[in-house]
């Protein structure tokens, strides 16, 4: 592609009301413009990108033996009636009526629509299972979108959605879709982990999310380095450490403020069942987790801090005066502590567990955190924050046992089908690639994603003859080797070319000018490194060719 003849429309301001980097550089390099809030165009160069994700997507979609089918983002009121969801899903749920006043929505996902396709479609347990999944305009009346495609109100998705006779068949099947997630990911050149979005308790494998790690991200993900086990960290299992208390020592004490020499706990005040004060007790460092203290049988949910009054009722209460109290694991094998009730504004120093206080009860508390021991291997935990770009869900019977999915199985009785979908944020994983893959300078797309994959920029394409036979002659030798090339031939002064590419990421530059011809030379720099290298006339295309011909690209 002559750039001269692609719509390259690039700009050195920041966007005003774009706040992440990555809403900002996809407005700054021309992939997106807004129509209007949560609905973008796709500008040319942007489309390219959006299209390597869908491509990557689909081809394993289809290795893995779905079957794609494109169904309406029309969809009539009277299925998600039938499901419950019409009442259940509130305002993302954009609805509205035809010429004949029958009602209508916007499909933010398609559960009903397959369902119903299937159950008019498939009768017998012998077409099972089946896969079938789309690649399709989502749209989600989103009450706060943001950060451009990452939380658009129309989005592109890949959903898909699989029907089985029984759970095992089901389990395999997620087992697959975990893989091909796994494919898609790592050949989209992503860091990513799939993480566990249930507790564990109901077998471990009911919901996984597949996040891309960013600082942008809105969830903290905590994963281990000693396995795959990756969580959420309010789900994450914070280890009980084993190990005996510190003796007691000096007797304990009150004391103007914490002295920080000795370990010290804090306390929050929350509402018992009976609406009785519940101390809630952890070491000073930690994060009190509000999901796992919800689960308490002691604890209301949800969870409410004690009222003012009760609050007063306790100003003068040392430690030892017969409250109710929860220690979190770690701060129930500690010794010797300071205890500092903030709500009552009092320290005490050498408090003892079983002294000085009754033998608590113990529970996890807290959210983990870096360093932690992992709950499933013998590595520790780390934390970052992560992007949702997938995710994979055991839905069971609901939708097919709300619509009357069945088959016959093979002793010919009627059987309601098992479910499970799975979905992929499409135009999502571009922000997030580009939350992942940037510097000061601009993007810095993965091969897979790059729009081209090679850039040729002349210096004075126009005005040299030299210049531009060798830069024609490399642009048609690069074609024919099947590379997706971009010819910057808008003869625009070097700074502002080379700014431009780099700006839009593309991963390989060759520049091309009459002094290093003279030495029959180019010169070939990385979007990824710093300097430039000069590269023989003869060697660029092969150089070229095995950076890119092994990897995922075009
Ligand atoms: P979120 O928690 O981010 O709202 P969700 O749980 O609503 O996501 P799903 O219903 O599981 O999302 O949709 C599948 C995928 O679609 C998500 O993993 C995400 O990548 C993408 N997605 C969801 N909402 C949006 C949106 N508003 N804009 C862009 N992509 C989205
Ligand atoms: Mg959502």
Not at 43 to 58: A, D, F, M, S, T
Not at 168 to 180: I, N, S
Request: hydrophobic share 40%.
């Amino acid at each position: 592609m002559r750039a001269s003849a692609f719509h390259l429309s690039t700009t050195r301001e920041i966007p005003s009301g774009a706040e992440t980097v990555s809403h900002q550089l996809m407005m700054r390099a021309g992939m997106i413009r807004q129509l209007a809030s949560g609905l973008y165009t796709w500008l040319p160069l942007g489309l390219k990108v959006l299209r390597r994700v869908e491509q990557i997507v689909r081809e394993e979609m289809d290795r893995s033996g779905a079957l794609e089918l494109l169904m309406p983002v029309v969809q009539p009121a009277e299925l998600w009636q039938e499901s419950g969801r019409w009442e259940q899903y509130g305002p993302e749920l954009l609805r509205f009526a035809d010429r004949h006043q029958r009602a209508f929505c916007l499909g933010p996902t398609h559960e009903e629509v397959i369902t119903d396709l299937f159950r008019r479609e498939i009768r017998s347990h012998r077409q099972l299972p089946v896969n079938f999944y789309q690649i399709q305009t989502k749209f989600r009346d989103e009450i706060r979108p943001r950060f451009g495609v990452m939380r658009a109100r129309e989005f592109l998705m890949k959903d898909a959605y699989s029907f089985h006779l029984d759970t095992d068949c089901l389990d395999r099947t997620y087992q697959v879709m975990y893989e091909t997630y796994t494919r898609i990911f790592t050949r989209l050149g992503l860091n990513f982990r799939a993480v566990r979005a249930d507790s564990g308790s109901i077998g471990g494998s009911f919901s996984h999310e597949f996040h891309v790690l960013a600082d942008a991200g809105e969830d903290a993900i905590a994963f281990s380095t000693g396995s795959d086990y990756a969580a959420n960290v309010e789900m994450a299992a914070a280890v009980a450490p084993t190990g005996a208390r510190p003796a007691p020592g000096l007797p304990m004490a009150p004391v103007a403020a914490p002295d920080g020499r000795a370990p010290q706990v804090k306390v929050h005040w929350m509402q018992g069942l009976g609406g009785q004060p519940v101390g809630l007790v952890l070491c000073e460092e930690h994060e009190l987790n509000v999901i796992k203290a919800e689960k308490l049988s002691q604890l209301s949910a949800p969870l409410r801090p004690v009222t003012a009054e009760a609050l007063a009722a306790m100003q003068d209460r040392s430690p030892h005066t017969g409250l109710t109290l929860i220690a979190d694991h770690a701060a129930a094998i500690l010794g010797d502590f300071t205890w500092f009730d903030a709500a009552a504004g009092k320290a005490w120093a050498h408090v003892n567990w079983g002294r000085d206080l009754p033998e608590p009860a113990c529970a996890d508390l807290r959210n983990v955190v870096p360093g932690d021991p992992s709950p499933e291997d013998a590595g520790t935990l780390d934390i970052a924050r992560g992007i949702e770009v997938g995710h994979i869900f055991q839905l069971g019977t609901k939708y097919s046992a709300a619509l009357d999915a069945q088959v016959l199985d093979e002793a010919g009785q009627s059987r309601t089908v098992t479910m499970g979908c799975y979905g992929i944020g499409v135009s999502r994983v571009v922000a997030a690639a580009i939350e992942q893959n940037h510097d000061e300078r601009g993007i810095r797309w993965p091969l897979a994603l790059a729009p081209f994959a090679v850039a040729l920029a002349p210096l004075h394409y126009a005005k040299s003859a030299a210049v531009r036979e060798a830069t024609d002659a490399l642009y048609a030798e690069l074609q024919a080797a099947g590379i997706s090339v971009l010819l910057d031939d808008r003869n625009l002064r070097p700074g502002v070319m080379f700014a431009d590419l780099e700006l839009i990421g593309i991963p390989h530059r060759v520049v091309i000018s009459e002094r290093s011809l003279g030495n029959h030379q180019v010169e070939y720099q990385a979007r990824s490194e710093d300097t430039a290298r000069l590269v023989g006339c003869g060697d660029i295309v092969a150089l070229l060719r095995t950076e890119i011909i092994h990897q995922d690209h075009p």
